[in-house]
């Protein structure tokens, strides 16, 4: 593991790379798994091959992975994903010719998710690639030749439907295309949607019967793109606004909203409430105005867009830093009561995780609280997944599932904690082998993919 003073900040101490894919059998356990989890917890982050990358966001995708059966951590595994960066690493990754029209030419960084029978790794300019259920690469996928340009990393499942609500935006236009998944995994609509411009739009928000687009101020920068630096920076004169388009609808039929400026990854969920749509998200006052690496600490507020005025509210629902918002599968683009987040440790703890205490946010939206787990001093988590207990009354009856690190021993745990009472200790923890720090993950349970 490099640590050294010259390699940057993202690639020292847990965000260095692991280099060998391993396949553990015989992993310690502490605590009970439950017997019920029948699945593989699955996260994705940037892990480059050479050792560098430019930026946080270029590394090549590596899953790690843990199958739970029976009460048994089965097997953990690592495994690249097979793009054509790992047979030519020193491939240009940003340019104007082929990471923009070929759309094999992933680095499937960012997430993985399950879908119909598929285990997808998913990075936002280019194909999903498909993995079997030990993680090895089956290829990139089209959806049968339908899909032709990117997929976002942030599809939504809808509970209701079982559909894989999507969209893929681009430097080259059509820079947005509304997509919509069939349940049975079939790529069933695909709409051009007109925006005002080419802009990195890295997640959006589904709700039970609209979407909504986050079209906002990071803009392409074709300057940036011609010196292979990350082509996206802040536009001063470009709107922020949020597009609301029927999930069967197309570009006739979207209204647009006026919000203010910032830039917002990741919404933690959208739910109708009467004539008004009500977005959580991690809101970040801008981004990449002052540079590459320019990401203010995000915290949680809430959107109301009003659709009769055509005014949206905008509220700060806490001011701690916090990133990686999720809620319960079931409650996706429906009213939802909780969420989680990640707390974001300050740069000094993120360059050194032996000063970071480990903190999962639980935020109550019907009674505005706030509960925590803290996981203590030198442990750090990433995102947390919720899986639902079997037989479980609330919407918080269930596990929040992550990747730890433990700063001491530079090893890492994949926790299983207790969602509903947040307690700190975990009901059991997976000790591992160190596991980068990484993006996001999911829980892809056996009925779903195998
Ligand atoms: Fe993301």
Request: charged content about 20%; aromatic content about 10%.
């Amino acid at each position: 593991m490099s640590t050294t003073e010259d390699l940057p900040v993202h690639l020292r101490g847990n965000g260095a790379p692991v280099y060998e894919e391993q396949t553990l059998t015989n992993v310690r356990v502490t605590g009970h798994i439950p017997a019920e989890l029948n699945g593989r917890y699955l996260r994705n982050g940037a892990n480059p091959i050479t050792g560098m990358s430019d930026h946080p966001f270029l590394g090549d995708g590596m899953i790690h992975g843990v199958r739970l059966r029976d009460g048994n951590a089965e097997w953990y595994r690592n495994r690249y994903v097979q793009t054509p960066f790992m047979s030519d690493p020193d491939r240009v990754i940003i340019d104007m010719g082929a990471s923009l029209t070929d759309m094999t030419q992933s680095k499937a960084n960012t997430n993985v998710i399950g879908h119909a029978g598929m285990i997808l790794a998913l990075e936002e300019g280019h194909f999903p690639y498909a993995l079997n259920g030990n993680l090895d690469t089956l290829g990139p996928t089209s959806f049968d030749g339908v899909l032709t340009g990117p997929f976002t990393a942030h599809p939504k499942t809808c509970p209701a439907t079982g559909e894989l609500i999507a969209f893929g935006y681009s430097m080259l236009e059509p820079y947005l295309t509304y997509l919509r998944v069939s349940a049975d995994g079939k790529l069933v609509q695909k709409e051009n949607i007109t925006v005002g411009g080419p802009t990195m739009m890295h997640d959006f928000n589904i709700t039970r019967n609209h979407v909504i687009f986050m079209d906002l101020p990071a803009v392409f920068d074709i300057d940036l793109a011609i010196r292979g630096e990350m082509p996206i920076t802040w536009g001063h004169n470009y709107p922020a606004r949020l597009g609301v388009m029927p999930r069967n609808g197309n570009d006739s039929n979207v209204t647009w909203y006026d919000i203010n400026p910032c830039y917002v990854f990741h919404p933690m969920n959208a739910f109708e409430d009467g004539t008004k749509i009500v977005l959580d998200v991690a809101r970040l006052d801008h981004i990449w105005r002052d540079g590459p690496m320019d990401f203010p600490p995000p915290s949680l507020y809430r959107w109301t867009i009003d659709t009769v005025t055509g005014r949206v509210a905008e509220e700060q629902i806490d001011d701690t830093p916090a990133e990686f918002p999720r809620v319960a599968d079931s409650v996706i683009g429906q009213r939802h009561r909780y969420g989680y987040m990640a707390a974001v440790p300050s740069n000094d703890a993120f360059a050194n995780p032996s000063l970071c205490d480990g903190t999962i946010l639980k935020y109550d939206r019907l009674t505005g609280g706030r509960t925590s787990i803290e996981l203590g001093k030198g442990r750090m988590p990433g995102e947390s997944v919720f899986v639902p207990a079997a037989g479980g009354v609330n919407e918080d009856d269930g596990y929040l599932m992550t990747y730890v690190y433990n700063a001491a021993s530079d090893t890492s745990d994949m926790v299983i904690l207790d969602a509903a009472t947040m307690s700190n200790e975990p009901i059991a923890s997976v000790h591992l082998p160190r596991i980068p720090f990484g993006f996001h993950g999911n829980w892809v349970d056996a009925s779903v993919a195998d």
